[in-house]
Every structure is written in structure tokens, then in C-alpha cells.
């Protein structure tokens, strides 16, 4: 069996129903190495299910091509059948079949005089031996999950592409599965594209990280770079839940409501900036100031506090230590910490506050 390689050249989508140029997925370029898993990442109606239909051969693209270990399965005018890709599909709601036991279900479709021991292997290895004959309706949803990843496994397929797979279970069962899942795939040598809209979910167990927002990829990197080096201000709220402030500029400074921000005189400035990104940890709160936000909410969070404060008709997040008396309603001053660094976008360009 060998692993497989996906790659994704300039792909468009949309739905019949859909205007002209009304695109649900605009050139979008990807490719998965061999062993790699995956993550798809991004909010609802993105086209994370649109991406994953057209993969598995569910939909025809509009433009664009798709190659599976060297040789093509989508083009505008060639669509190779889904059944004929040999590609494993976990669904969201596992799709399972409810009149068949956990050992029909995950040799259900398998071709007759195949070979049933790597069937046999996956119900040991997916911990569903003791349940072989047990139906659906008598799984909990870790084991449903576990039963559906080792029928998308059994034929032999090499990629596997699961769709938000842990969405209905708890948080217990979905960190267990989720550590799981990478051991589990290196076992069998298949690669896989994981769609979650959990970023967390996604930056602890991928290789890499496709990041989408209205049908456009905006960021495809190892989950270290996402974290140090967001490529537009949407990766950065969306994926790592860092403030965005809108700015107006004066020369080489930036206003905002929470004070002025300079960047080094060498930069060279391409596009105007709109926003500034920071961390939660990067603003500091007093009430002797002049007030300029006010607190709309507090999570508390073990060992501090995120509060959110509206800034105009922005809200940010503020980290604090577990000391601060303070209720939603309060009015309040905040401003930037001395020495904090941000960036603008667009241009991803270093700032500071003095
Ligand atoms: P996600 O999985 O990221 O939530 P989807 O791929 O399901 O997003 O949907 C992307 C966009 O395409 C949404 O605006 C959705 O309403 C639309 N859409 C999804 N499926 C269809 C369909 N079968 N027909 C028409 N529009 C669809
Ligand atoms: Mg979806």
C-alpha cells in the first residue's frame, strides 16, 4: 500500500444555485504530504465541507485541478467517481449503519474474498473487539467515532479525510480521540486532512494547518509558524484570539483609542495599515484615567481572568491575574503596556508604544 500525496492546483467552487463569480471556494492551493495529518481549519460556511466533497469526488470543481499520488481526479471536464478514488470519509455524524453490527459496518462494502485481517486488526486497534456484535445504538458517541474511523480504514485506504469528526462528543472522550488519532493513522502509513473549527483541536495535533475564511485560504503552515507569525489580522483573531484595533495615520505614527504606536523609520510601507493586532497580555486597565472602555464580560480561567471590554465598537480581551475586583459595567481606562510590540495589517509590520 503506498501513502498518498495530494495536491490541489488553483481550485474554484460553487454550487449550482449560486450567481456567476459568486465563487464558495476561490483558488485555493494545498497539498498533502505523504504520512502528514492535516487540519483544515476555519468558522462555519467557510467551505471547509465543500473543500473535503470535492476531494473525496462528492462535487465537480468549477476551475482548477486535483491529483491524487501523481495522477489527476478532478479537472473541469474529468471527474474521477468517488468510489474509484480510494479515499476513507469519516462524516460528522458518522454515517454509520444502524440495522448493521460494528463488524458488518466496518466490512461493509469491502469486495468479496477480501482479505478481512486488517478489518480484524482495526477493531483490535480501535479498542471495539469486546463490541463486535453490538449495533450503533448501543455504541457511546468515542466508540461510534472509533467505529466510523475504522471503516473509512479497512479497505486499505491510504487518505483519510474526516469532517469536524469530535464536534459531538464531550471534551474528555474528544481529547482522548484526538491523541489517538495521530498513532492510529501513522499505524496504518494513511495521511489525513482533519476539518475542525477548534483551533486549539487543531494546532495540538497537526502536522500543519490550512486556515480559511469565505472560501479563501489565508494561511497553510506548520502550527509554530501560525502561532508566531499569523499572516493576515483574521488568522490572528480567529486562530490565536488576539485583539484587533483599528487605526488612522499621521506620518510614520498610528492613533487608536488606546494610544499612539510608532514602527522603525526604515520600514518601507507598502499598503496602508488598517488594524492593529496585540495579545491579551499587552494592555494594561486602570480606573484613575479617563475612561475609554467599558468591561461586557469575565471568564474566569483557573489560574486569571480574560475580560472582554468594549473599546468603541470593538471587543477586547484582557488578560489579569486573579486580583482585581472588577464587574461587567465598569467603566474603565486602558492603554497599551510601555515596550509592547504589535503588528499592523495589512503588511504585517512591527509596532511599538513607547
Ligand atoms: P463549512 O463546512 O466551512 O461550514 P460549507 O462548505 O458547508 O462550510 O459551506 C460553504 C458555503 O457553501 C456556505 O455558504 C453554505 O451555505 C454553502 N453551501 C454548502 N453546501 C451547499 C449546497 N449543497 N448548495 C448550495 N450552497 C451550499
Ligand atoms: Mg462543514
Redesign the pocket.
Known amino acids: 500500500m503506498s501513502v498518498s500525496h495530494l495536491v490541489i492546483e488553483d481550485l474554484w467552487h460553487k454550487?449550482d444555485?449560486y450567481k456567476e463569480n459568486d465563487w464558495?471556494l476561490k483558488s485555493i492551493n494545498f497539498n498533502l504530504l505523504p504520512g502528514e495529518l492535516v487540519g483544515l481549519l476555519?468558522p462555519?460556511?467557510?467551505?471547509?465541507?465543500?473543500l473535503l466533497r470535492l476531494i473525496a469526488g462528492f462535487e465537480n470543481p468549477g476551475k482548477g485541478k486535483i491529483f491524487l499520488n501523481g495522477n489527476q481526479i478532478s479537472s473541469v471536464d474529468n471527474v474521477l467517481p468517488a468510489e474509484k478514488r480510494g479515499i476513507g470519509m469519516v462524516f460528522q455524524d458518522y454515517a454509520l449503519f444502524p440495522h448493521l453490527t460494528v463488524w458488518q459496518n466496518v466490512c461493509f462494502g469491502l469486495p468479496s474474498r477480501f482479505d478481512l485481517s486488517r478489518a480484524e486488526w482495526l477493531i483490535e486497534l480501535f479498542g471495539l473487539l469486546d463490541l463486535r456484535k453490538r449495533y450503533p445504538h448501543e455504541l457511546s458517541g468515542g466508540q461510534k467515532q472509533r467505529l466510523a474511523l475504522a471503516r473509512a480504514l479497512a479497505p486499505g485506504n491510504s487518505l483519510i479525510v474526516l469532517d469536524e469528526p469530535f464536534c459531538s462528543l464531550d471534551v474528555a472522550v474528544r481529547g482522548k480521540l484526538r491523541n489517538e488519532l495521530s498513532n492510529v493513522l501513522n499505524s496504518c502509513s494513511a495521511t489525513a486532512l482533519i476539518v475542525t473549527h477548534d483551533p486549539k483541536e487543531a494546532l495540538a495535533i497537526c502536522d500543519r494547518v490550512a486556515v480559511m475564511k469565505n472560501g479563501e485560504l489565508h494561511q497553510f503552515s506548520k502550527p509554530s509558524e501560525i502561532v508566531q507569525s499569523p499572516s493576515t489580522a483574521f488568522v490572528g483573531k480567529f486562530v490565536l484570539q488576539k485583539n484587533l484595533l483599528p487605526i488612522r495615520t499621521l506620518s510614520n505614527k498610528y492613533k487608536t483609542t488606546l494610544g499612539e504606536l510608532m514602527i522603525s523609520n526604515e520600514v518601507k510601507i507598502n499598503e496602508s495599515p488598517q488594524v492593529c493586532m496585540f495579545g491579551s497580555d499587552d494592555i494594561q486597565i486602570s480606573n484613575d484615567l479617563e475612561v475609554n472602555s467599558v468591561v461586557v464580560a469575565k471568564e474566569f480561567c483557573n489560574d486569571h481572568w480574560i475580560i472582554i471590554l468594549r473599546v468603541e465598537d470593538e471587543l477586547i480581551r484582557l488578560r489579569h491575574s486573579l486580583n482585581i475586583q472588577i464587574n461587567i459595567g465598569d467603566k474603565c481606562h486602558l492603554s497599551f503596556k510601555k515596550g509592547f510590540n504589535g503588528l499592523l495589517f495589512p503588511g504585517k509590520i512591527k509596532c511599538f508604544s513607547n
Open positions: 454550487y444555485s464558495v476555519g462555519s460556511g467557510s467551505g471547509k465541507t465543500t
